[in-house]
């Protein structure tokens, strides 16, 4: 937590913060007060104790200010049953002294005799620190505005209980079987517990299909991952989202559209593009900051090229079309229409999936030919009509292995949009072995290979070729990515980049790494406001919402037991941080980006009063859920800007990552993590009391639920 400086002035103040953890306590029925030798604090005398607040589930705490000048302090606690408070229980040990004039933070264990046999131990936090007047009043201001005394100071942004409490009793019936798989419940549809090649889900190539080419070659080429595996991880019904399915939502952000019109003598104002934008031209204006690029490119002229195309370089099983595919994933999410063109898949369209290694000859005039014909002429073509009629990425996915086929396409580009070469680059052989083995499992070049060694050796010659006429990328705008496998020591490399969306490319790309890890999302516990069917709020949790916080921490030591490290992530707001507590052993981060959606004036309605005292706020959100946003408050698409920064980081980490956050929040973080179209996120099920495993690895994306227990979602959807 930062310290506020002191000036040692005499006008400063000394903030004290005393802070008693217990989850036995509460059952107990006692409730914790402190006394000591000032008469505020009663004189010694217990009758006269002070209560202390009860901040969260298992926590309890008294905080005051006091002249910087005061002199020494003593106090203790003490402990008075609910029913009768005349009889106390004074803590064991000597008295705690407070002096002034320091900022610290004290943590000793308060022990209270029960009975003769039964004790109390319990963590106590004494925080002193100094405050200008100037601390004081912004103190004070924050406290007016959330109206929650132990949120005005003593909350820490990143926390940590560390010892197991003992675990009371009544705690065991929120106990988890060992055998989590007892609590797995179906995933959605197209996000199942195995992986369909990324190739399989790019652009369907429609100079091929237009000219009357069988589609038929190539559905029985798309056949589905792991053919070698055996078929418990089949991808039937696993739903392969159609091209008008795939179709992102288009949010302009200043790299230019030919659809965003410049006014003509009127003002400009954000206001007015969204008006006229959404009135005139059918799209959704631009969000927040990035409104003020777009803005600036209508009056000015756009400053950077209004289409990107991004070129994949490098030899097979280099991670192309894996990172082609989470960048399409990435900034689609991000609102920029983006294709992802494989020229595989066009390939084995025209030519078959069962070419051998001889295709890929170097010197196989003919194989280069017909490559070089579906790599630039076709895919490449496909490509340029999409972003004449308005897509603004374009994501071209072959080896592009030579500069003389590299120079094909920038000369097919002059005039038309922007190039920027993506090469990766492996030099780490047990990784490219791993890589091999996995596209011949993956690859529809060897669905009808049965002997799987063959078609290892087949790969591994089909390389050799690409080997020797390999050319890495030194011309244009380039971005090397060399060794990004494990997020430890591997490096970019980069050459005239400049503009808006490269950057935040090179950004996205710098914080990939392929470690296997989970990220678990969750929705907080049951919260009063859920009972009461208001949206919005801070409020605490509800008795079943705490038995979920008791069954979360439960569920997140058994999962993470074998993980050197993991973090938990919450909002920071109340009812994620409650959730949050029972867990022992990891840090704990508050994020202010995973706070719900703000729903401003209507914060703390109920959805039938927005619409009985509202109807036209209910009736616009109804219409757009997704663009509508609520006056004073947030839209989803505002949520998800926010969210990039907490995306990022949680492609950049290593461990394990717990998310304990909203509705609204967890829908926008699952579609990222899910390829699910923009337009479909304020609709996406993300029930109470349910944990989804997101698990990032080498093959990509998997989920798999865990369903803890029951809830009721007064507060579901409308
Ligand atoms: N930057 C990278 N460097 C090395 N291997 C990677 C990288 N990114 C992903 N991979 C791994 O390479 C495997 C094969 O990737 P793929 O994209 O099919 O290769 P390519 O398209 O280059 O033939 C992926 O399953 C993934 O595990
Ligand atoms: O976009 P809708 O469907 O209204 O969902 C968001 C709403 O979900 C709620 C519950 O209704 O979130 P939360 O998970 O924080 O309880 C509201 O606070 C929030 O306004």
Redesign the pocket.
């Known amino acids: 937590m930062a310290t506020a400086a002191s000036s040692g002035g005499v006008s400063d103040h000394q903030y004290v913060s005393v802070k008693l953890e217990s989850s036995r306590l509460a059952a107990l029925d006692l409730a914790p007060h402190l006394f000591g030798s000032h008469p505020a604090a009663g004189s010694w005398d217990p009758t006269k104790a002070l209560p202390m607040e009860r901040a969260a589930a298992a926590i309890w705490e008294l905080s005051c200010v006091l002249p910087s000048r005061h002199e020494t302090l003593d106090f203790k606690l003490l402990l008075k049953p609910k029913a009768d408070s005349s009889e106390c229980i004074v803590e064991e040990g000597p008295n705690r002294p407070l002096g002034c004039g320091s900022n610290q933070v004290e943590m000793t264990d308060a022990v209270f005799k029960l009975t003769e046999k039964d004790s109390l131990e319990c963590k106590v936090w004494v925080e002193t620190e100094m405050l200008s007047p100037f601390d004081l009043a912004a103190s004070w201001k924050a406290h007016q505005e959330n109206l929650q005394p132990s949120r005005v100071r003593g909350t820490y942004d990143v926390v940590m209980n560390t010892e197991t409490e003992a675990r009371d009793e009544n705690d065991f019936a929120s106990g988890l079987e060992l055998d989590l798989e007892k609590y797995v419940v179906p995933t959605t549809p197209n996000m199942g517990s195995g992986v369909v090649y ?2 399989n889900l790019t652009e369907n190539p429609r100079s091929l299909l237009d000219t009357g080419i069988s589609p038929n070659n190539l559905i029985k080429g798309d056949a589905p991952l792991n053919h070698y595996a055996n078929t418990k991880k089949d991808v039937d019904g696993r739903h392969t989202p159609s091209q008008e399915e795939q179709k992102a939502v288009f949010v302009d952000r200043g790299v230019g559209s030919p659809r965003f019109a410049r006014p003509t003598n009127e003002t400009v104002s954000t206001s007015n593009i969204k008006q006229d934008s959404e009135a005139k031209l059918g799209m959704p204006a631009a969000e927040g900051a990035v409104a003020a690029a777009a803005v600036a490119d209508q009056m000015y002229g756009p400053k950077e090229d209004r289409k990107l195309v991004i070129v994949l370089v ?1 030899l ?8 082609a595919a989470k960048l399409t994933r990435y900034l689609r999410w991000l609102g920029h229409e983006t294709k992802h063109f494989n020229v595989g898949k066009y390939r084995r369209l025209k030519h078959g999936t069962n070419q051998t290694a001889d295709f890929f000859r170097g010197d196989n005039k003919e194989g280069v030919e017909a490559r070089n014909e579906v790599g630039a002429a076709l895919a490449m073509e496909d490509m340029l009509s999409w972003m004449e009629e308005g897509g603004q990425v374009g994501i071209c ?1 072959a080896t592009n292995s030579t500069r003389s086929r590299r120079n094909m396409l920038m000369k097919m580009a002059e005039g038309k949009c922007k190039i920027i070469f993506v090469e ?1 680059i ?1 030099n780490d052989q047990d ?1 490219l072995e ?2 091999i083995r ?2 011949v499992q ?1 690859s529809p070049d060897y669905a009808e290979q049965t002997d799987f060694e063959a078609g290892v050796r087949d790969f591994k010659e089909r390389l050799a070729y690409y080997e020797k006429v390999y050319e890495p990328v030194d011309e244009g705008s380039y971005i090397k ?1 060399i ?3 494990s997020g430890n020591g591997g490096q970019l490399q980069i050459n005239n980049i400049s503009g808006y969306l490269p950057g935040r490319i090179v950004f996205f790309l710098v914080n990939c790494h ?1 470690t296997p890890r989970p990220i678990l999302l969750t929705r907080h516990g049951e919260s009063l406001d859920n009972v009461r069917g208001r949206i919005g709020g801070d409020s605490s949790l509800s008795e079943v919402g705490e038995v979920y916080s008791r069954k979360l921490a439960s569920f997140v030591e058994k999962r993470l037991k074998s993980e050197r490290t993991a973090s938990i992530w919450t909002s920071t707001l109340q009812r994620t941080i409650l959730t949050a507590q029972p867990i022992i052993g990891f840090p704990k981060i508050q994020w202010r980006a995973l706070d719900e959606i703000n729903a401003g004036v209507c914060d703390g309605m109920t959805y039938d009063e927005v619409k009985k005292n509202k109807p036209e706020e209910y009736e616009s959100r109804r219409k757009d859920k997704l663009r509508y946003r609520y006056p004073r408050g947030e839209s989803y698409l505002d949520v998800i800007q926010r969210l990039e920064p907490v995306i990022i980081e949680l492609e950049r980490q290593r461990a394990p990552v717990v998310v304990i956050a909203h509705q609204a929040v967890l829908r926008s973080l699952y579609a990222y993590f899910a390829d699910k179209p923009l337009e479909e996120v304020p609709k996406i099920e993300i029930p109470l009391h349910t944990i989804i495993e997101i698990k990032m690895g ?2 990509g994306v998997e989920e798999k639920r865990y369903k803890l227990m029951d809830a009721v979602n007064p507060t579901a959807e409308v």
């Open positions: 990324a190739a490098g097979p099983a280099r991670g192309k079309t894996f990172t996915d990766t492996c990784v791993r890589n996995l596209k993956q990515m060794d990004m496998v392929l080498v093959t």
